[in-house]
């Protein structure tokens, strides 16, 4: 019998979007973990002996999450961990927007590629990370997880409804 794409197809597509998003956003991170402490240096919200820690596990822990998604493996946890990670990245960003604090996010790009970039930029470009890449990444892991303890399990016979 077929199954119903809410519960198969939507969540595998999700799966490879916030996957790849993580992937992706991880990869320039992890090759200058440098450059990102300058990043979590600017957010102010960080003691200074975390930056460098921060600035070394968090990537990976996107990398590896991102992979559990893409892969499958671990997607629940994977998933838990995305929507965890997104949620942080909400919160952190919207505090300094509270605040008047403009930063350079670091999700797709490198300190020094924003270093040109006026306050009123800064702050659109965060306003944009976190309405177009954070809010759907964390709600689209919000349904990988749901789904992945909802989904049909291989084998059994669900019907579309």
């Not at 969540?11 to 490879?16: G, I, M, Q």
């Not at 300058?38 to 102010?44: E, V």
């Not at 509270?98 to 350079?104: D, L, N």
Request: aromatic letters at 14%; proline letters at 5%.
């Amino acid at each position: 019998m077929k199954r119903s794409f809410a519960l198969v197809w939507g969540p595998l597509v999700a799966r490879l979007i916030v996957g790849g998003t993580l992937v992706y956003s991880s990869f320039h991170k992890i090759v200058d973990p440098g450059d990102f402490t300058r990043i979590l240096l600017n957010y102010h919200v960080f003691p200074a002996t975390w930056l460098h820690p921060l600035a070394v596990i968090v990537p990976w822990i996107e990398a590896f999450t991102g992979m559990a998604l893409i892969t499958g493996f671990g997607r629940r946890g994977g998933a838990l961990l995305a929507s965890g990670l997104f949620a942080s990245f909400i919160v952190i960003l919207g505090y300094n927007l509270a605040r008047g604090c403009p930063t350079i996010c670091g999700c797709f790009s490198t300190f020094a590629e924003n270093q040109h970039l006026t306050i009123d930029e800064k702050f659109a470009k965060m306003h944009r990370e976190i309405w177009l890449v954070d809010v759907p990444c964390f709600a689209l892991s919000l349904w990988i997880l749901v789904a992945a303890f909802v989904a049909p399990q291989r084998g059994s016979s669900v019907s579309a409804a």
